[in-house]
């Protein structure tokens, strides 16, 4: 079996790493919430006081999904360009949300952060329409498998 193409390896990582902070970050920040919350910074309590069960669903959907596209590019299955895409979709309505409901949690965002809100939405939005072309182009050229069961055709590859 040849080796997967380089770009394979840079998204997969980028869904794993996006799924491992998110993760972290949230394990984190609900531990010491919980815990001790007299610890938690101005910060973290001005968004536990602001977390709606909208935002939380739309945070955890998105998880779940960025982790699927990932397992899913990593293995070669064309799925993982409709994963990406409803990660994209699930990226915008959560920043829309936060844009119209929670105009605060943006202010918290560009606050605690080097990187303005807007900036950050733009970069994750442009990563992840990378992935999806990148994702085409690997589903065009018969990298990627339709169907479960099913070998992609290598001799499309990138970098062979």
């Known amino acids: 079996m040849k080796k997967r193409p380089f770009g394979v390896w840079i998204a997969g990582l980028y869904a794993f790493y996006k799924t491992a902070t998110y993760?972290?970050?949230?394990?984190?920040?609900?531990?010491?919430?919980?815990?001790?919350?007299?610890?938690?910074?101005?910060?973290?309590?001005?968004?536990?006081?602001?977390?709606?069960?909208?935002?939380?669903?739309?945070?955890?959907?998105?998880l779940l999904v960025m982790l699927a596209a990932g397992v899913s590019l990593f293995m070669l299955k064309r799925v993982a360009i409709h994963l990406f895409l409803v990660?994209?979709?699930?990226?915008l309505a959560s920043s829309v949300y936060g844009l119209i409901v929670q105009p605060e949690l943006v202010e918290l965002?560009?606050?605690?952060?080097?990187?303005?809100?807007?900036?950050?939405?733009?970069?994750?939005?442009?990563i992840r329409l990378?992935?999806?072309?990148?994702?085409?182009?690997?589903?065009?050229?018969?990298?990627?498998?339709?169907?479960?069961?099913?070998q992609p055709d290598r001799q499309g590859e990138i970098g062979r």
Do not use: H, K
């Open 87 to 91: 990660s994209l979709a699930l990226t």
């Open 23 to 62: 993760l972290f970050g949230t394990v984190v920040l609900f531990s010491v919430a919980y815990l001790y919350p007299e610890l938690l910074p101005e910060t973290g309590q001005i968004l536990m006081a602001n977390m709606t069960p909208v935002l939380a669903l739309l945070a955890w959907a998105n």
């Open 130 to 150: 990378a992935i999806v072309v990148y994702c085409c182009v690997l589903a065009r050229r018969g990298v990627l498998a339709a169907r479960r069961g099913v």
């Open 109 to 126: 965002a560009t606050d605690s952060s080097s990187i303005p809100f807007y900036v950050d939405v733009a970069i994750s939005v442009g």
